[in-house]
Structures are given as structure tokens and as C-alpha cells.
């Protein structure tokens, strides 16, 4: 198991959106299933300092780069792999 693969046990209900620190990676955005149920909706928009929304990734999982060598800003290309990022950081909790 990678520190990747571990996840909080989340009570309460509603669906949950979890922003993941990859290590030595970007930050993953990830959306829970909806409860047994429940119709609950999210829709997740990344929008620009000016408030426009740029066009999501069509894959599933949505990155957005930390590493700063991306060149389709804000997300995550792959870059961090051949630029020798690291981030290991660690949640004090
Ligand atoms: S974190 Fe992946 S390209 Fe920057």
C-alpha cells in the first residue's frame, strides 16, 4: 500500500470531495459515490482569479499541478515525473 491508497473514514452522509497530495504528484480531486438513496449532485468548477471556469479534463480524475512545470495550467500533464518533484507533505493531524 502507497500512502496513496489510504483515505480517512468520512461520517455524516452527504457525498464528499477529497483533495488528495499525491506524492511527489499533484493534487487529485476525487468525488464520492452518492449514498445508497440519495441523488446528491456536485459539480466541481476550477475558475480563473478573473472567475471563469476553465474546460475540464474529460478524463475522470481531475489533478491539478503543484509542481509548476505543467504546460496545461492549471492541471496536471505529467511533467512532475521528469522534473524531479518531490512533496512528501504530511497532514499534522
Ligand atoms: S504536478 Fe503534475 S505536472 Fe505538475
Known sequence: MTPDDTRPEVTGGGRVVTIRCRFDGPLVVEVSESPAGSH????????D?????????????????????????????????????????????
Do not use: M
Open 40 to 47: 446528491s449532485h456536485i459539480q466541481i468548477l476550477v475558475i
Open 49 to 93: 482569479h478573473l472567475g471563469n471556469p476553465f474546460a475540464l479534463p474529460t478524463k475522470k480524475l481531475l489533478a491539478l499541478c503543484r509542481c509548476g512545470q505543467t504546460k496545461t495550467r492549471p492541471f496536471c500533464d505529467g511533467s512532475h515525473k521528469i522534473c524531479g518533484f518531490e512533496a512528501a507533505d504530511l497532514a499534522a493531524g
